[in-house]
C-alpha cells in the first residue's frame, strides 16, 4: 500500500476531506443516538439475512446426513449417524435463534469496542502435548479455511464495508476481526451453536462444508445491503475499490468523478467478455505477492495450516514413542537413520528413526549447527548440478529423459555424509522436522498431477537448495511472500500452463524452468536474494508470454461468442419452427420452406432485433399464418379470411426471401408452391404429406446446422448426465489432458448451448466442444481433468501434508487406543 493510501486508512475519522468534498455532510461528527441508530439497523439487516439462509443451510445438512447413513458401512454406523440426524433436526429453531443472537451481540460487540473474534488457531500454541483432541483442530482448520477464501471473494465489498463501519467506530480502522458482519463472526456463531450439542467430528466438518455453501456463499447480498443503506445515510457514498496498476496497494477510494487518464493503466488487457475487473485468478496468495496486495488472510491462513502441521508432527512423534515427554528435543543421530520408503514420509522421528543408537551415549552426540548442516548440503548440490547437466548434455544422443530425483534420497545422502564426518553426528529433532517437511513437499511435488512429468523431474533436483533454504531461513514456511516460495509456484504454474506430457512446449518455457534450476543448483550458496533475483527475471519472461496468450486467448474468445450467439440464434429459431410443424402432416415444399430459408430469415431478424421486437413477432406469426393458410377451410368466413390474407403473407414471405439473399429462382417455385397449396385448401382438399425419409432428412439437416447433431439428441446415461452436469460448475482456466498427453484448458462455457471453448497452450481455439460430448470423452478415458484448483502449488501441497498427517495422527491414535484396550 503507498503512503497516501496508508495514511488514508489511518485516519478513516477524516476520510475523504480534500478528494470526496461532496461527502461532507457524512464526515460530520454524529450523535451517540445516530450511531446507534445505524448499528441498529444493519444488525436487523443482518440477523434478517441469517433467518433466511439458516434454515435451507440446516435442512441440508439434515439430508446429507441422513445419506450419509444410508451408505453406511455397518448398522452401528448407521444408527449412530439417524441419531446425529434426529439431533439436528430436533434443535433447528433453538439452533437458529441462538445463531442469530450471537450476530446481533457481535454488534453491540463493536459498539462497545471489544470485538476480536480469531478463528481459533491461537488456542494451538506452545507444547503439542496440551493439545486434547483432534476434532478442535480440525474445526479450526475448517473455519480458516472457510473465512481464508470467503475474505478473498468478497474483499471488495468488505474493504468498502469496513470504511463505513469505521465512522461509526470514532474512525478506527477495522479488520475482519472487528466487523460485525465479516464471514469470520459467522463461522464463530456456529462454532458456538455446535458447542453445546453432543456431535462428532466429522458430522461437524460436514456442516461447515453446507455452511459455507449455502450460507458464507450467499453474503454479497448482505454486504450489497448494508452498503446501500450506509450509502443512503450519507456515509462515503462515493467511495470506489480499483485494483492498483503499480503494484503498490490493492485499493484505493475515488470519488465519482475521477476516472484513470490512461484506461489501459489499470488493465493493460482490457477486461475479457464475461469476466469481472478482478480476475478471480488474481485473488490467488501467489498472484497478490508481486504486486504487493496480499491480504492479512492469507498470511493468517498459512500461518494457521503450517503450525497445524507442527504441532501434528510433534504428535505423531509423541504417540509413535509411547507418550515420551522428552522425545520431542532428542536430537537424531545419523548413523541411526534408516530412510524411508517413497510416498511415507511422516512426521519427524517416526519407527524409521533411532534416537539414541545402543551404541552412542547420548552424551557423545555431536549435533550440527544449522551452518554445517548447509555445508553439507552444499557438497549435495555440486552432485546433483553435475548429474542433471550430465543428462541434458547426452540428450542429442538418446539418452533417456531426466528422471525425477528420489525424496528419501536427499535426506539419505545427507545423513550418510554426516556419519562420514563423524560417528557421533547428530541432527536435532526440530531439524529433522525441517527435513521432513520439505520431503513432504517435493513427494507431493512427484504426485502431483497438475505437473506434467517433465516438469516434475526437473523441478524434483531443487530439493536440495530448498532444503538449504529452511535451514538458512527459518522463516521460509511462514511467509506466503518469501521469494523462494513465490519462485517455486512461478516455475510449477509455468509448468501446467505451457508445458504438455506428449512433449511439446509453448513459448520455450521448458527451457527457461531448466535454465533457472541449473543456476539455483550452480550459485545458491547462502544468499537469499538469488531467489528474488530468479523470480523477477522469470516472471518477467512469463508476463510477456501470459499477455501475449491473453490476447490470442481473447481474440478467440470473442470470435467464439459471435459464433456461439449465431448457434444459440439458430437453435432458438429451430426450436420454434419445430414446435409448430411436428405432429402436423406437412407438404415438402413447405418443410422446405420452412426449415430452410424461413429459418435463416428468423435468424436474421433474431440476432438484428432480439425476441421481444416486432421483427421477430411478425416474422413468427408468418410461420403460424402459412400454416393455417393450408389447412383445408370448410367454412366460408374462414375462406374470406384466408383471400384477405393470402397478398400480404406471400409478400411477407418474398420480403424475407429478399431479405436473405435468397436466389430467386428457387424463392420463386417455392412461392409458386405455396400459392398453389392454398388454393387446394380453399377447395377444402388437403395436400400431400412429405415422405417419412425426405422429412427426417431436412429436419435433421435443419437440426445440425443449428448444432443439434442426431449423435447430441441421442438420450443420455446416468454417468453421462452426472459428468455433464459437474461440468456445468467448472471453472474457466481448468487443464484437460486428451490422449496422447496434450493439454488443452476451458477458456470459456456457454450456458444456452453448453458449448465449451478449449484453447491450447498458446490460446489458440481448438474447439467448441458441446458438454456431452466432452462427458463421453471423459468416461472412454480420452479426456481427464488435470487442473480443477486456483491455488498456487506452495499452498495446495502445505494443504496435502496436513491432510496426510491428519490422517495419520488419527491412525496412530487409534491404534494406541487399541492396543491399550
Not at 706 to 724: C, F, M, S, Y
Request: with cysteine; hydrophobic share 40%.
Amino acid at each position: 500500500m503507498d503512503k497516501n493510501a496508508g495514511k488514508f486508512m489511518q485516519n478513516l475519522g477524516s476520510f475523504g476531506a480534500d478528494a470526496n468534498k461532496r461527502s461532507s455532510p457524512s464526515l460530520a461528527p454524529m450523535s451517540e443516538q445516530i450511531v446507534i441508530q445505524h448499528l441498529k439497523h444493519c444488525r436487523d439487516l443482518t440477523r434478517g439475512f441469517a433467518y433466511r439462509v439458516f434454515p435451507n443451510f440446516w435442512r441440508h445438512w439434515c439430508k446429507e446426513i441422513l445419506e450419509h447413513a444410508e451408505q453406511a458401512k455397518s448398522n452401528k454406523e448407521q444408527l449412530a449417524l439417524f441419531e446425529v440426524q434426529n439431533l439436528i433436526a430436533a434443535v433447528q429453531q433453538p439452533a437458529e435463534q441462538e445463531f442469530c443472537q450471537h450476530l446481533g451481540n457481535g454488534f453491540v460487540k463493536f459498539k462497545n469496542k471489544t470485538l476480536n473474534t480469531l478463528t481459533g488457531e491461537e488456542r494451538f500454541t506452545g507444547d503439542m502435548l496440551s493439545l486434547v483432541e483432534h476434532s478442535d483442530l480440525e474445526e479450526t482448520i475448517a473455519i480458516t479455511s472457510i473465512t481464508h477464501r470467503a475474505e478473498g471473494f468478497y474483499a471488495e465489498q468488505l474493504w468498502s464495508l469496513q470504511q463505513r463501519l469505521a465512522l461509526l467506530n470514532d474512525g478506527e480502522k477495522l479488520d475482519e476481526r472487528s466487523n460485525p458482519a465479516s464471514p469470520v463472526q459467522f463461522c464463530e456463531a456456529l462454532r458456538k451453536v455446535l458447542a453445546s450439542l453432543d456431535m462428532d467430528a466429522k458430522t461437524k466438518i460436514i456442516g461447515y462444508k453446507i455452511f459455507d455453501q449455502e450460507v458464507i456463499g450467499q453474503l454479497e447480498g448482505l454486504y450489497d445491503e448494508i452498503n446501500q443503506y450506509l450509502i443512503h445515510q450519507n456515509l462515503l457514498p462515493n467511495l470506489r475499490f480499483v485494483p492498483s496498476s503499480d503494484g503498490a496497494s490493492s485499493t484505493r477510494s475515488a470519488s465519482e468523478d475521477q476516472v484513470a487518464d490512461d484506461p489501459l493503466d489499470i488493465n493493460p488487457l482490457g477486461e475479457l467478455p464475461g469476466q469481472s475487473s478482478v480476475d478471480p485468478m488474481h485473488r490467488r496468495a501467489s498472484d497478490r505477492l508481486l504486486s504487493g496486495t496480499l491480504n492479512p488472510s492469507d498470511v493468517q491462513y498459512q500461518s494457521s495450516l503450517l503450525n497445524a502441521i507442527k504441532l501434528l508432527q510433534a504428535h505423531i512423534t509423541h504417540q509413535g514413542h509411547g507418550g515420551q515427554q522428552t522425545v520431542q528435543q532428542a536430537p537424531v543421530a545419523a548413523t541411526g537413520f534408516a530412510p524411508r520408503p517413497a510416498g511415507e514420509y511422516s512426521a519427524v522421528a517416526d519407527s524409521s528413526y533411532n534416537q539414541h543408537p545402543q551404541h552412542i551415549s547420548a552424551q557423545n552426540l555431536r549435533v550440527y549447527s544449522t551452518d554445517q548442516l548447509v555445508g553439507v548440503l552444499d557438497g549435495l548440490q555440486t552432485t546433483t548440478l553435475v548429474t542433471t547437466q550430465q543428462v541434458f548434455d547426452n540428450v542429442s544422443a538418446g539418452v533417456p529423459t531426466l528422471a525425477p530425483q528420489r525424496v528419501q534420497e536427499v535426506s539419505q545422502l545427507m545423513m550418510q555424509q554426516i556419519a562420514r564426518e563423524n560417528e557421533n553426528g547428530a541432527v536435532e529433532a526440530s531439524d529433522m522436522q525441517t527435513i521432513d517437511l520439505v520431503g513432504m513437499l517435493f513427494e507431493y511435488m512427484l504426485s502431483d498431477e497438475h505437473l506434467p512429468d517433465s516438469v516434475k523431474a526437473l523441478l524434483s533436483y531443487l530439493h536440495t537448495p530448498f532444503l538449504k533454504i529452511a535451514f538458512i531461513d527459518k522463516d521460509f514456511f511462514e511467509q506466503p511472500e518469501h521469494p523462494a516460495r513465490v519462485l517455486l509456484n512461478s516455475l510449477a504454474e509455468a509448468g501446467v500452463r505451457w508445458v504438455s506430457n506428449d512433449g511439446s512446449d509453448q513459448f520455450e518455457i521448458f527451457n527457461k524452468i531448466k535454465v533457472t534450476v541449473f543456476r539455483l543448483l550452480e550459485d545458491f550458496k547462502n544468499d537469499v536474494r538469488l531467489f528474488a533475483e530468479l523470480l523477477i527475471e522469470f516472471n518477467a519472461y512469463t508476463h510477456n508470454v501470459a499477455r501475449r496468450q491473453e490476447l490470442m486467448e481473447r481474440r478467440a474468445l470473442e470470435k467464439a461468442q459471435g459464433e456461439e450467439k449465431l448457434r444459440e440464434a439458430k437453435v432458438q429459431v429451430n426450436n420454434a419452427v419445430r414446435s409448430r410443424t411436428d405432429g402436423r402432416d406437412m407438404p415438402s415444399a413447405i418443410l422446405l420452406l420452412l426449415l430452410q430459408p424461413w429459418s435463416d430469415y428468423l435468424s436474421f431478424v433474431l440476432l438484428r432485433y432480439g425476441e421481444n421486437s416486432d421483427s421477430w413477432q411478425r416474422a413468427v406469426s408468418v410461420v403460424d399464418d402459412l400454416l393455417w393458410s393450408l389447412e383445408p377451410k370448410t367454412l366460408q368466413a374462414d375462406k374470406v379470411k384466408q383471400m384477405e390474407k393470402q397478398d400480404s403473407l406471400i409478400a411477407a414471405l418474398e420480403h424475407g426471401f429478399e431479405t436473405i439473399g435468397y436466389e430467386q429462382a428457387k424463392g420463386r417455385k417455392l412461392i409458386d408452391a405455396v400459392v398453389a397449396l392454398q388454393r387446394l385448401a380453399l377447395q377444402s382438399k388437403k395436400a400431400e404429406s412429405a415422405p417419412a425419409p425426405m422429412r427426417t432428412k431436412l429436419e435433421s439437416m435443419a437440426a445440425e446446422k443449428a448444432g443439434q447433431t442426431t449423435e447430441l439428441l441421442q438420450p443420455q446415461t446416468a454417468d453421462e448426465t452426472k459428468i455433464v452436469d459437474s461440468l456445468k460448475m467448472i471453472e474457466f482456466g481448468t487443464w484437460f489432458e486428451f490422449d496422447g498427453g496434450k493439454r488443452l484448458k476451458v477458456a470459456w462455457f456457454n450456458q444456452k448451448t453448453n458449448h465449451y471453448m478449449l484453447v491450447d497452450q498458446q490460446g489458440r481455439k481448438v474447439s467448441l466442444i458441446a458438454g456431452l460430448q466432452l462427458a463421453r470423452e471423459m468416461i472412454s478415458g480420452k479426456a481427464r481433468v488435470i487442473a480443477g484448483s486456483t491455488k498456487p502449488f506452495f499452498e495446495r501441497a502445505l494443504e496435502n501434508i496436513y491432510q496426510t498427517l491428519n490422517e495419520r495422527a488419527g491412525n496412530l491414535t487409534a491404534e494406541v487406543t487399541r492396543i491399550g484396550e
